[in-house]
């Protein structure tokens, strides 16, 4: 028989392996590649899979986006709760909808498609009315961008020349799609060779119910922030914080996305529904939670924490059926939520507002992490 000090090596060595050892596998993301289409140039467009336990998620190097999102239900049945298309070609058709795509160089608007910087004037393609949408009428989401394998995940590498969209400055743009235990990372990296602006975030479309299952009213959302940024007609921020206290858009208790939408407050006629940025209380670029959303008949919960000073909260008020989705799904008006962790929108024009400005020598770097649990 081994002696007793032998003995206790071996079950030392079993319970270190027993219990490590899944512990580590665990958070291995599995990473797949193959095509998924090509560009009208014959470039070839590429589709990353990642898998990690229960969850999957599928990201192609045009525009960075997150085409499918895989997530369990409380019951263990898993749903894509993200909009898009199966294949590329309704990708590339569709200039509006920013399905899954990362947007820049600035998310969001840019007042009257001009902004100063050190003094210089700069000129934006109007693509939104007067105003600069989403970067431009060739946005970061209509690029193509290089893929490359990296642990978990995919980083998706896009260089964008002096001068794009007229934004000054040669940007080196770097952003991580990674798998973690229960929750998808987006990692944001870039560089620049002259003072520019920056506003990088991912514009994915959730529905917790699944992908084309109806509208999002049900869904119940929870924002700890105590202000937003009010707009004008055009969706610009007329510069105020104002509090979230006694109107619609107050979401620090978890209250339903239908509860207030169509309440007769002026903010709600101008964003026909939700399309505000809420200001988060913490302290930009330390982590903090920015949203909690629950869907009570699958159970899915969505948590979204960010170092960003900022969240769009949009209740897919522009979708109007007209855009026929994943297995011929009819995405009608609210069949979608977004949370854009960004800075604010027309920062540029707003010396008050966090700035957005990236200079040489400086790294821009922000995390977003969209985390899935299920509630009883
Ligand atoms: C953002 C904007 C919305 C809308 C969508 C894209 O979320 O805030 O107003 O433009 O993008 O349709």
């Not at 629950?294 to 159970?299: D, F, L, M, W, Y």
Request: charged share 20%; proline share 6%.
């Amino acid at each position: 028989m081994a002696n007793p000090s032998m003995q206790m090596k071996v079950f030392r060595f079993l319970f270190l392996f027993l219990t490590l050892v899944p512990l580590a596998s665990h958070v291995e993301a599995k990473v797949t590649k193959s095509v998924f289409g090509e560009m009208p140039d014959g470039s070839k467009v590429e589709i990353y899979t990642l898998e990690e336990g229960a969850l999957k998620a599928r990201v192609m190097t045009y525009g960075a986006r997150l085409v499918s999102l895989e997530v369990p239900d409380r019951g263990g049945k898993t749903a894509d709760i993200v909009l898009g298309y199966e294949s590329l070609a309704p990708y590339t058709k569709d200039p509006k909808s920013y399905f899954g795509a990362i947007v820049g160089r600035y998310g969001n608007r840019i007042d009257h498609a001009t902004f100063s910087l050190d003094g210089k004037r700069y000129q934006l393609p109007a693509n939104d009315g007067v105003n600069t949408l989403h970067g431009g009428t060739t946005g970061f989401d209509k690029l193509l961008w290089q893929g490359r394998e990296i642990p978990n995940g995919v980083e998706l590498t896009l260089v964008s020349k002096d001068g794009d969209q007229g934004f000054p400055g040669t940007l080196t743009a770097r952003v991580r799609y990674t798998l973690e235990a229960h929750a998808l990372k987006i990692e944001y990296l870039a560089t620049t060779d002259k003072d520019t602006v920056l506003n990088l975030t991912n514009h994915s479309y959730f529905n917790l119910k699944g992908e084309g299952q109806g509208d999002i009213l049900n869904h119940m959302v929870m924002i700890p922030a105590e202000r937003y940024t009010p707009v004008d007609s055009g969706l610009i921020p007329t510069g105020e914080l104002a509090p979230v206290a006694g109107t619609p858009l107050d979401f620090r208790k978890a209250t339903a996305i239908g509860a207030r939408i169509n309440d007769n407050f002026e903010q709600m006629r101008l964003g026909r529904g939700y399309d505000h940025n809420y200001v988060l209380n913490g302290k930009m670029g330390t982590m903090q939670e920015a949203a909690r959303v629950v869907e009570p008949t699958s159970g899915r919960v969505l948590t979204v924490e960010t170092t960003q000073p900022g969240v769009q909260f949009y209740s897919g008020n522009f979708l109007d059926g007209t855009l026929h989705g994943k297995h011929g799904h009819v995405y009608n008006q609210r069949t979608a939520f977004c949370l854009e962790t960004q800075h604010f929108p027309d920062s540029p024009n707003h010396p008050k507002f966090p700035t957005s400005e990236l200079k040489p020598g400086q790294t821009y770097h922000y995390v977003t992490v969209f985390g899935f649990s299920t509630a009883p």
